[in-house]
């Protein structure tokens, strides 16, 4: 049971272009969103956050928008670096405390130069 | 400021062997999550860990898996009479105590085990 879906594999984007990763959800339980970038070889590192109280949150050329209606969150990054090619992923939590993520299958993003 | 420490990098063990994988956590942080991810897929949760405590192991297989996360030293994933089925990178994971910060989880690079 997928709780959390990536439903694009990859995605291929013009560096300087805006880089729009998408992500849905199925329980209605979470409340609390998380990206992450990883490199091949290496650990998820923490991007940027949102809570279910909010529907946009910005950190520089991050910025990340919860449909929570539509169950639906996406990441908008502009413009778009060569180092941001990476998998990215989406998870969820179901309260503020410590809990435990469910992450989606990731989508691999390649910025072509 | 030291990121959470995971050792060895890269595990190799024939099946029926045990594998015992580390997880020093961030300094000052005192909840320890490890997750494991197979090739193509994304990171599944596997335990969910605090000093001496196991708070959620939901995620653990019934056999052959065990955590712990002693006063001292760091947290270990235990894993006896390992098979083919058990090659996968695990990762752990740390965050700061209940009421600090978000509860955002910061990785380490994780332990890359081979079963041969």
């Known amino acids: 049971d997928q709780q959390v879906k990536q439903n694009s594999p990859s995605l291929s984007v013009q560096e300087g272009r805006i880089s729009i990763l998408n992500c849905d959800y199925t329980?209605?339980?979470?409340?609390?969103f998380l990206w992450y970038k990883k490199y091949p070889a290496e650990g998820p590192t923490f991007l940027i956050s949102i809570s279910s109280i909010k529907d946009k949150n910005e950190d520089g050329r991050f910025t990340v928008f919860l449909n929570k209606s539509a169950k639906h969150l996406s990441l908008h990054i502009v413009p778009s670096q060569p180092g941001d090619s990476a998998v990215y992923f989406c998870?969820?939590?179901?309260?503020?405390?410590?809990?435990?993520?469910?992450f989606g299958t990731g989508t691999r993003l390649t910025i072509i130069p | 400021n030291a990121g959470v420490m995971q050792n060895p990098r890269h595990l190799v063990r024939r099946r029926g062997q045990e594998a015992r994988l580390r997880c020093s956590p961030m300094?000052?942080?005192?909840?320890v999550y490890w997750y494991r991810q197979l090739p193509e897929e994304g990171l599944k949760f596997m335990v969910y860990l605090q000093k001496e405590n196991i708070i959620d192991e939901s995620g653990m297989p019934k056999e052959r898996f065990s955590a712990e996360f002693p006063k001292e030293g760091p947290s270990i994933l235990r894993i006896q009479q390992v098979v083919r089925g058990d090659s996968a990178a695990y990762f752990c994971?740390?965050?700061?105590?209940?009421?600090?910060?978000?509860?955002?989880?910061?990785f380490g690079p994780g332990t890359r085990l081979t079963v041969l």
């Open positions: 300094k000052g942080h005192s909840h």
């Open positions: 994971a740390s965050s700061p105590p209940t009421g600090q910060g978000f509860g955002e989880q910061f």
């Open positions: 998870a969820a939590r179901t309260n503020f405390g410590n809990e435990k993520l469910t």
């Open positions: 329980n209605s339980m979470f409340d609390y």
